[in-house]
Nanobody, 114 residues
């Protein structure tokens, strides 16, 4: 049972990235899925959440209008599209699944720098 994030990279300010979170060993369809991030020396913060059916999403104020969370239950995968990236978006991004149990991925590094 695991969540595996991918898609992190070094990108210039104003650029875009799409993160993916693939589940193995269990099906995501009943889970509320979230992305968190943790910058060096800071706490892990909630970035975005999507309901199990995908009909409801919520975002941190700092990313509203720039990031989009989505899911493809058929592919057992959740995504985070990040546009107009800023240096303050630099962090390790973690995927979280929550229902009757809770799972975390290992994280993927996003660095926004010129």
């Amino acid at each position: 049972v695991q969540l595996v994030e991918s898609g992190g990279d070094l990108v210039q300010p104003g650029g875009s990235l799409r993160l993916s979170c693939a589940a193995s060993g269990f099906t995501l369809r009943k889970y509320t899925m979230s992305w968190y991030r943790q910058a060096p020396g800071k706490e892990r913060d909630l970035v975005a959440t999507i309901s199990s059916g995908g009909g409801s999403t919520n975002y941190a104020d700092s990313v509203k209008g720039r990031f989009t969370i989505s899911r493809d239950n058929a592919k057992n995968t959740v995504y985070l599209q990040m546009n107009r990236l800023k240096p303050e978006d630099t962090a390790v991004y973690y995927c979280n699944a929550r229902w009757n149990l809770e799972y975390w991925g290992q994280g993927t590094q996003v660095t926004v720098s010129s």
